[in-house]
């Protein structure tokens, strides 16, 4: 008896299909604050204490530095009362992301 619900040459499309959806989704999701903000040689990088001064004369109260894929990652308290995770560029500390 043939198998007449679902064709070989149409499971072979369908599992393509399947297969470049889910790659496409899986490369969208991985980008991430170093895109091209963070791409900076360590050479010219700003220590995490400078950049800890900066955020504390900002009225920033620090909790946490720590390096993620070439950005300092921060997390603080802002200002306003409102906590913050923040990705800086470590040679200019340009904020490059932020997450309320």
Same mark, same amino acid.
């Given at each position: 008896?043939?198998?007449?619900?679902?064709?070989?040459?149409?499971?072979?499309?369908?599992?393509?299909?399947?297969?470049?959806?889910?790659?496409?989704?899986?490369?969208?999701?991985?980008?991430?604050?170093?895109?091209?903000?963070?791409?900076?040689?360590?050479?010219?990088?700003?220590?995490?204490?400078?950049?800890?001064?900066?955020?504390?004369?900002?009225?920033?109260?620090?909790?946490?530095?720590? =390096?993620? =894929?070439?950005?300092?990652?921060?997390?603080?308290?802002?200002?306003?009362?409102?906590?913050?995770?923040?990705?800086?560029?470590?040679?200019?500390?340009?904020?490059?992301?932020?997450?309320?």
């Amino acid at each position: 008896m043939k198998n007449t619900v679902f064709p070989k040459a149409a499971l072979g499309v369908f599992a393509a299909a399947l297969l470049a959806t889910t790659t496409l989704g899986l490369t969208t999701n991985t980008a991430q604050a170093s895109d091209d903000y963070c791409n900076v040689p360590k050479a010219e990088w700003q220590s995490m204490d400078a950049l800890k001064e900066k955020l504390a004369a900002d009225g920033w109260d620090v909790r946490k530095i720590k =390096e993620d =894929e070439g950005c300092f990652e921060v997390y603080a308290i802002k200002a306003d009362g409102k906590k913050v995770e923040a990705y800086f560029n470590p040679a200019t500390f340009e904020i490059v992301k932020e997450d309320d």
